[in-house]
């Protein structure tokens, strides 16, 4: 996998790749090794993937030239909600249960330790 980010183990292997390139590297020029095929993820629901372009090259665009310069606006608000909305209604009309992804775990006992560092 790329990166080690916390996603639910009950996922896929390849799904949990997905997430984890998709969070970490959004704003990455070049893709890390391993990443390439999952640069331009699509959105869960077919119906919601012009809404998921529309919001990532929004946040594409807002994180490199203004959240990185120290700019703090919400120009991708409107975009993000309108995702968001289609995102959960698709979640309900499959009947996905999101429990475990809902769940607190980062600064909880629920957060696994990193594994100890070869030397």
């Known amino acids: 996998m790329c990166v080690s980010v916390p996603v639910p183990h009950s996922l896929s292997l390849r799904t949990r790749a997905k997430i984890q390139c998709s ?3 959004r704003s ?4 890390p090794p391993g990443c390439d095929q999952f640069t331009n993820m699509d959105s869960i629901a077919e119906e919601c993937n012009s809404l998921k372009k529309f919001y990532d090259d929004c946040f594409n665009k ?11 606006d919400e120009a991708c608000t409107p975009m993000f909600k309108a995702y968001q909305t289609c995102i959960t209604k698709a979640i309900k009309d499959r ?3 999101i429990g475990e992804l809902q769940q607190d775990v980062l600064g909880t006992e629920k957060e696994k330790p990193p594994p100890p560092r070869r030397g």
């Open 23 to 25: 969070f970490m590297w």
């Open 28 to 31: 990455a020029t070049r893709s």
């Open 62 to 72: 807002w994180f490199s030239e203004k959240f990185l310069k120290g700019e703090m």
């Open 95 to 97: 009947k996905i249960d």
